[in-house]
Structures are given as structure tokens and as C-alpha cells.
């Protein structure tokens, strides 16, 4: 049950942001076992003076830099992280082409009684 936003400046064509979802969802399925049909994904599109990526930790990033929040069940393994970075950043890199460097990925874990899906009741809890 991932909840994805994504942040990235403004002015790139729908096809560049349906192949962002495209991949996350690709990526999510193969290294978190997502079910088919869980997509629940949002893109913020943000101009240049909103929207600053630093070149921290040794990473060179671009303009065309992705921030990737995903807030999923606190029951995922570190091992199943690392694979979804790796991944995202493939899947991404394949299509619609940003580079690695301008990947960044944040993976929150919440309890699964923090969720409701619809209906106003916690369907995992």
C-alpha cells in the first residue's frame, strides 16, 4: 500500500511524467510485491524559484532531478529498500531518461494502523 509523491519542476511533456509513474509502479511491484492495480501516485510539478536540489553528499544532481517520497507499511526489510532504489533508478534511467545522480529516494515507514484507504476505516489495523 505505497503512497508516492513526486516533486520535479515544471514544463516536462506528459509522456516524461506517465513513464515516472510507469516506473515507480514497475518498481514498487517487482521489489516490494505491490498488488496490481496499487497506485496511488501524485506528481508535483514546481517552477525553478520552488524547487531546489542540492549537490550534497557527493551527488552532482541537474535540473531535472526527481524527489521521490514513498510512505509504505512499516514492514518492509532494509534489503527490500536497497533493491527498490536500485530499481527505481534502472527504471527511471531506462525511461524517460534521468540520470541516476538525479534520482532521490525517501522510503517513510508507517504503522498500518496509520492507514485508511476509503470508507473511513483502517482496513489494516
Request: aromatic share 8%; charged share 25%; glycine share 8%.
Given at each position: 500500500?505505497?503512497?508516492?509523491?513526486?516533486?520535479?519542476?515544471a514544463?516536462?511533456?506528459?509522456?516524461?511524467?506517465?513513464?515516472?509513474?510507469?516506473?515507480?509502479?514497475?518498481?514498487?511491484?517487482?521489489?516490494?510485491?505491490?498488488?496490481?492495480g496499487?497506485?496511488?501516485?501524485?506528481?508535483?510539478?514546481?517552477?525553478?524559484?520552488?524547487?531546489?536540489?542540492?549537490?550534497?553528499?557527493?551527488?552532482?544532481?541537474?535540473?531535472?532531478?526527481?524527489?521521490?517520497?514513498?510512505?509504505?507499511?512499516?514492514?518492509?526489510?532494509?534489503?527490500?529498500?536497497?533493491?527498490l532504489?536500485?530499481?527505481?533508478?534502472?527504471?527511471?534511467?531506462?525511461?524517460?531518461?534521468?540520470?541516476?545522480?538525479?534520482?532521490?529516494?525517501?522510503?517513510?515507514?508507517?504503522?498500518?494502523?496509520?492507514?485508511?484507504?476509503?470508507?473511513?476505516?483502517?482496513?489494516?489495523?
Amino acid at each position: 500500500m505505497p503512497l508516492l509523491h513526486i516533486s520535479m519542476r515544471a514544463g516536462k511533456p506528459d509522456a516524461y511524467r506517465q513513464a515516472i509513474l510507469d516506473g515507480l509502479y514497475r518498481a514498487m511491484r517487482e521489489a516490494l510485491n505491490v498488488p496490481d492495480g496499487d497506485e496511488f501516485m501524485t506528481i508535483s510539478e514546481l517552477s525553478p524559484a520552488n524547487f531546489r536540489c542540492g549537490n550534497a553528499y557527493g551527488v552532482r544532481r541537474s535540473d531535472d532531478a526527481v524527489l521521490i517520497q514513498i510512505t509504505v507499511f512499516a514492514a518492509r526489510t532494509p534489503e527490500q529498500k536497497k533493491a527498490l532504489y536500485r530499481s527505481i533508478a534502472e527504471l527511471l534511467g531506462e525511461n524517460p531518461g534521468i540520470r541516476p545522480e538525479d534520482v532521490f529516494v525517501n522510503v517513510l515507514d508507517a504503522p498500518a494502523e496509520n492507514w485508511s484507504v476509503g470508507n473511513g476505516i483502517a482496513q489494516f489495523a
